[in-house]
């Protein structure tokens, strides 16, 4: 949270210890204790509230896009579009030679 190291706390625990005396130390340290404890339960509480006000669009959006997919998928499965098939857009296959425009035929 602070970044500090062992050598810091450690001048920290000596200076509280100088100016709170060892009588009250322990008691200032069960109130420090507590305070940071429900800091985190502050900031805890505030990051569930955040995910849930961010969550909440997108859950409501992949529904609708999951809804939006399933309904093309239905209509979809009907019978083939020619449009969409290659081959069924060119049209039946035969054996008999086209006519080109000149009149003539092509093999």
Do not use: H, W, Y
């Amino acid at each position: 949270m602070f970044n500090l190291q062992g050598g810091e706390l450690i001048i920290i625990g000596l200076v509280a210890l100088v100016v709170l005396g060892p009588e009250k130390l322990p008691d200032a340290a069960r109130r420090l204790g507590r305070i940071i404890a429900q800091l985190r339960q502050m900031g805890d509480g505030f990051v569930d509230e955040f995910r849930q006000a961010v969550d909440e669009p997108i859950i409501e959006l992949r529904r609708t896009v999951n809804d939006a997919t399933s309904a093309f998928t239905q209509t979809d499965a009907g019978p083939t579009d020619p449009t969409r098939d290659g081959d069924a857009a060119r049209g039946p296959a035969t054996d008999a030679p086209s006519e080109s425009s000149d009149g003539g035929t092509t093999a």
